[in-house]
């Protein structure tokens, strides 16, 4: 099982990123996918999550700016940052759940390695 996160890098405030996590090893389509992320010094938080069908929950502080989205056929979920700003500032994770769509990091069953997006002027 693998889930290899992409896309991060150094980003100016007010720019975009689009984050990807290409998945093998599993049977993707029947994972519900989400997005951690955790900045230094502090807990991993949620950020969003899509279920097999395509519906999604977001973190209150990523609606507006953040879209997660996934491609089944390439076994792929991605995020689409907008607006970034320097909290946002962490290494983003994604993480997948054979039970469905969830807020609680301890409930995915398979991590990403994380992806480091640096938000700076």
């Known amino acids: 099982v693998q889930l290899q996160a992409s896309g991060g890098g150094l980003v100016q405030p007010g720019g975009s990123l689009r984050l990807s996590c290409v998945a093998s090893?599993?049977?993707?389509?029947?994972?519900?996918m989400g997005w951690f992320r955790q900045a230094q010094g502090k807990e991993r938080e949620f950020v969003a999550t899509?279920?097999?069908?395509?519906?999604?929950y977001y973190e209150h502080f990523a609606k507006g700016r953040f879209t997660i989205s996934r491609d089944n056929a390439k076994n792929t979920v991605y995020l689409q940052i907008y607006n970034l700003k320097p909290e946002d500032t962490g290494v983003y994770y994604c993480?997948?759940?054979?039970?469905?769509?969830?807020?609680?990091?301890?409930?995915?069953?398979?991590w990403g390695q994380g992806t480091q997006v640096t938000v700076s002027s």
């Open positions: 090893g599993f049977s993707f389509s029947d994972y519900a």
């Open positions: 993480a997948a759940d054979r039970l469905g769509p969830s807020l609680q990091g301890d409930e995915y069953d398979y």
């Open positions: 899509i279920a097999w069908g395509g519906s999604t």
